[in-house]
């Protein structure tokens, strides 16, 4: 270290002198550059005479300074030549000092950086196949290179130890010496220690083995599963009892990992509380196994986390004990002591629940009879609500359609002439489309809002059979198809009305597909039912049609080409009520040949005693409507007029208002003959023809017959109406249906 200082010093020397040599050497330029130049100037030969001399006495003086600073510098060439050589002779012993060492050798700097190393340390590098540091690498990069590059494998450290204690990439054991200069560096060596180190591994190997072999011994006559577990879950240790329950086909657990050792699956069980005790957590649990012969028991396990020096986990211990015996015994006192404690909470507790129970139905009950009071108010409130908007909205849409449909109807009963007869005749089909139209879309709402519910009485099935036989013969007959009909007086148990609805949408489907043949409406009897069906010669459905046609909004094109005018919504109609009514709708069907549609409907029992209305005596009018006397009241002046056209055509004696008060003004109600009162149900200023009427007969000696008219098709009002000994018709009014009725009326 002394020669490094002096060569520095010499350097430093030298270093000085070159810059006072370079300054010399450029005023000696500048001195000649002065001289050269002044003879250019042609001076005075006095004046340039005296400037010759200061000038060569200043170059003489310069010349003897520089000679005497060469001689210097030459001086301090040779003293710092053998400085030089001196400092290398003094590098090369240290060098020469520095690789006799038999340890590793590495110097650093004041500033931790890399200075020189000897062959032996560069020795550990290229035995790992590594590149040895170079001078100027700071100490910290050095180890973590020596670290990362797998150079280092091992390090230890004793507290009784000088260094840390290194097991290199050579399998040679090596410590580490630091010693600090007086500069402030670091001189660092690494001193083989691996005979040694070998020795007091041999003689811990052998007390190892030594207490291996007792502790074998002890845990060999242990009852226990005991195993020590590795980090790479590797059993290392097993004593006799764990090898023979887990060395399944003879192979020995003893070094197997523990997932070749167990099943998969139960494995998959196990490493939950693998990894909970790898985290340094001691666990105890129980799992039932199955022993290589199928034996079933239960084993208690415990982990409990091994940790080195620094505290990391480096595997564990297994302990497993076989509780099989014990588990029974504690299942068989457990299942023992809930089946008493289970049977006398039962006997103590039983009359409590039992009064708790009736406490808390009693409360449930009254409970739900709130919510149910509560509940069925809201539903009537919404059905009522309901029921008033379709009746309202039934009322508006038909009122218009009503007129309409009267107003052609008396057309209709003119002679115009082919041509005219002809337009009449498409308007009232026009209108006919229209209603049904609305009339299906009405109905549907209604059914779907739950509006209409069915009145189920016993009656008899000739009228209903015999009115809807007139009803489509002549619709038939238009289309040149023969309707045939077989006659019935069975008595049923259903909705008149409902049931007619469901003939009449049957009738209208088979009209509308049968282009020529003939149509058949009649009945089956059956043991409790009876079968009203409808028979036609039409095209047919295909098969996988059936059911769908009973869909809302699906029609099959009729044969003939024709378009269908309908929305697809009859026979959903006729699935709804039926389902209501709680009767069975079937139907059969060939392609090509025909179908046939069937509702089943339960017989019923007239009674035994059936009111008899005496019936008011009228004037006998003979066959016909002539001279019948009408009063009309209706809130709309279109149907009035069309009602009084229609009627008068018939050569009726008609009077038309649009409220009782109206009438009154027109005829004496108490007075005036009368043979029918013609009233609509919805009037003007919130009035109704029921109290009209009431109000009309209340006047008189004798009350009129009375035919009420209205959109509104609910249960309530149709009931109402028949209590009081009124006939109903709903709208839109069919003209033919209102004379049949006039002459019933009429006649009786």
């Known amino acids: 270290m002394e020669a490094a200082s002096l060569s520095d010093e010499k350097d430093r020397k030298i270093a000085a002198l070159e810059v006072e040599n370079q300054r010399l050497r450029k005023v000696r330029d500048a001195l000649i550059e002065r001289v050269e130049s002044g003879a250019g100037h042609k001076p005075a030969p006095y004046a340039a005479f005296e400037h010759s001399v200061v000038l060569a006495e200043q170059v003489r003086e310069r010349t003897e300074a520089l000679n005497l600073a060469m001689e210097e510098l ?34 650093f700097d004041r500033e931790q950086r890399l200075i020189q190393t000897n062959s032996r ?23 973590a290179l020596a670290l990362s590059s797998g150079l280092i494998v091992e390090e230890h450290s004793y507290e009784d130890a000088e260094g840390a204690v290194f097991l290199l990439a050579n399998g040679r054991w090596v410590q580490m010496t630091e010693r600090r200069t007086r500069e402030g560096g670091l001189v660092v060596l690494y001193s083989d220690i691996t005979e040694v180190k070998n020795s007091a591994m041999a003689r811990q190997m052998k007390a190892l083995e030594e207490s291996e072999r007792w502790i074998r011994v002890v845990t060999d006559h242990v009852p226990a599963l005991i195993a020590y577990v590795g980090a790479d879950l590797s059993v290392q240790f097993c004593n006799r009892v764990y090898e023979q329950w887990y060395g399944r086909d003879g192979i020995s657990p003893l070094g197997r990992r523990l997932a070749q050792v167990h099943s998969d699956d139960f494995y998959q069980r196990l490493l939950p509380q693998i990894l909970e005790v790898l985290d340094g957590h001691p666990v105890t649990f129980e799992f039932e196994e199955t022993g290589e012969y199928g034996e079933q028991s239960y ?235 409808v028979w036609d010669t039409g095209s047919g459905i295909p098969q996988d049609k059936l059911t769908e046609i009973f869909q809302e909004f699906k029609r099959i094109r009729p044969r003939r080409g024709q378009a269908d005018k309908g929305l697809g919504l009859g ?25 046939v549609f069937s509702v089943r409907v339960p017989l019923g029992v007239l009674p035994s005693v059936r009111p008899v209305r005496r019936a008011a005596s009228k004037p006998q009018l003979g066959e016909g409507l ?91 009002l149709k009931q109402h109406i028949r209590e009081l000994g009124y006939l109903l018709m709903n709208k839109p009014v069919k003209p033919l249906k209102l004379r049949s009725v006039l002459h019933h009326v009429m006649q009786r």
């Open 121 to 143: 340390f560069r020795s550990y590098w290229r035995h790992a196949g590594l590149a040895a540091p170079v001078p100027g690498a700071d100490i910290d990069t050095v180890k």
């Open 571 to 595: 026979l959903a109609i006729v699935d709804k009520i039926a389902g209501m009514l709680g009767h069975e709708v079937s139907v059969s069907s060939v392609e090509g040949k025909g179908s």
């Open 74 to 107: 030459k001086a301090s060439n040779k003293a710092l030549s053998r400085a030089r050589e001196e400092a290398e002779t003094s590098r090369q012993r240290l060098s020469d000092a520095i690789e006799s060492i038999a340890d590793g050798f590495v110097l």
């Open 626 to 716: 002539s001279g019948a006397r009408v009063w009309v009241i209706d809130n709309d002046l279109a149907i009035c007029r069309g009602m009084e056209t229609l009627l008068e055509g018939w050569q009726c004696r008609v009077v038309t208002a649009v409220s009782a008060e109206d009438l009154a003004a027109k005829t004496d109600v108490a007075g005036a003959p009368v043979d029918l009162i013609l009233a609509d149900y919805h009037l003007d200023n919130d009035e109704n023809g029921v109290d009209a009427v009431a109000c009309i007969n209340g006047q008189r000696a004798q009350p009129a017959p009375v035919l009420m008219i209205t959109a509104n098709y609910s249960n309530e």
């Open 299 to 533: 084993m208690l396990r415990s982990y409990v986390p091994n940790r080195d020096e620094s505290g990391q986990v480096t595997g564990f211990f297994v302990l497993i004990r076989d509780i099989t015996d014990r588990r029974k015994t504690a299942m068989a006192l457990e299942q023992a002591y809930d089946d008493l404690d289970r049977r006398v909470r039962e006997r103590t507790a039983a009359l409590t629940d039992l009064n708790q129970q009736l406490r808390q139905e009693i409360a449930e009950r009254a409970t739900v009879e709130a919510r149910l009071r509560d509940a069925k108010q809201e539903a009537d409130r919404a059905n009522l609500s309901k029921t008033k908007f379709l009746a309202a909205v039934s009322h508006d849409l038909l009122q218009p359609l009503n007129a309409a449909r009267l107003f052609t109807s008396a057309l209709q009963e003119q002679s115009f002439g082919p041509r005219a007869e002809g337009l009449v005749r498409s308007v009232s089909t026009s209108l006919d489309d229209v209603e049904n139209l609305l009339g299906t879309l009405v109905d549907i709402s209604k059914l779907d809002a739950g509006v209409i519910t069915p009145d189920l009485t016993a009656f008899d099935l000739r009228d209903l059979l015999n009115n809807l036989a007139r009803e489509f013969r002549q619709m038939a007959l238009a289309e040149g198809i023969q309707l045939s009909f077989v006659p019935c007086s069975a008595v049923v148990h259903s909705d008149s009305q409902l049931l007619a609805r469901i003939l009449r949408n049957f009738l209208t489907n088979a009209i509308r597909y049968t282009d020529s043949g003939r149509i058949l409406l009649g009945c089956r009897r059956e043991p409790g039912h009876v079968v009203l069906q």
